[in-house]
Structure formats: C-alpha cells, structure tokens
Nanobody, 120 residues
Framework: VDLVESGGGLVQSGGSLRLSCEAS????????IAWFRQAPGKEREVVAC??????TYASSVKGRFTVSRDNAKSTMYLQMMRMKPEDTGVYYC????????????????WGQGTQVTVSS
C-alpha cells in the first residue's frame, strides 16, 4: 500500500493550493480518508476527514478547506483557500477503516508528507 502526496509548495497569504494524494494497493472508497498537518514545534493535528457520514473539519480551517476524493482515480484531495501563515506545516494524507477508527485504532496508511508554506 502506498499513499503519494503532491501539490505542496509556497503560497502567499490569501492564496490557494490543492493537495493530492494518490493511493495504490487499496480500494480508496472502502476507507475513511483524512488530512493531517504538523506545524514546526507542534503536534500533528487532523484538519479534515471524510467518511461515509460526510466531511468534518477542524475549526481553524472550516469554510476555507475542502476534502474530496475521486474513487475512480483512487485519489483524495485537499483544496485550501484563503490561506493564512498559520496553515504552514507538513501535510499528510491518511486512510483507515471506519470501524477501526471509531474505536480508537489509528489510521492504517499514511503518505510521506508534503510541505506547505504560507508567507505573510
């Protein structure tokens, strides 16, 4: 199983980026997907996830970020808009089985991370 991210980079405050995460070795539509980020000196936090019951977002990104997936392409996306310097960090995609996640089992599969930097 492999999750490969792309789309990170440098963007000015107020700008937009779209991250992609292509999955191989799993049938993506069978999994809950999520995007996490880790800012310098901080713990990794979930910013968005999408399961069969719909998407959820961290309060810090709600209304600005959108998580989606294209099951035919086995790819998940994170569209980020009106970005802020505090959105800077390494972004990771993840996939896990809902039945396991709901009882506290960590996500099964992770991408390698992609750097996003928002300049002020």
């Amino acid at each position: 199983v492999d999750l490969v991210e792309s789309g990170g980079g440098l963007v000015q405050s107020g700008g937009s980026l779209r991250l992609s995460c292509e999955a191989s070795g799993i049938t993506l539509d069978h999994y809950t997907i999520a995007w996490f980020r880790q800012a310098p000196g901080k713990e990794r936090e979930v910013v968005a996830c999408a399961s069969g019951i719909g998407p959820t977002y961290a309060s810090s990104v709600k209304g600005r970020f959108t998580v989606s997936r294209d099951n035919a392409k086995s790819t998940m996306y994170l569209q980020m808009m009106r970005m802020k310097p505090e959105d800077t960090g390494v972004y990771y995609c993840a996939a896990g089985e809902f039945s396991r996640l709901r009882v506290g089992v960590p996500y099964d599969y992770w991408g390698q991370g992609t750097q996003v930097t928002v300049s002020s």
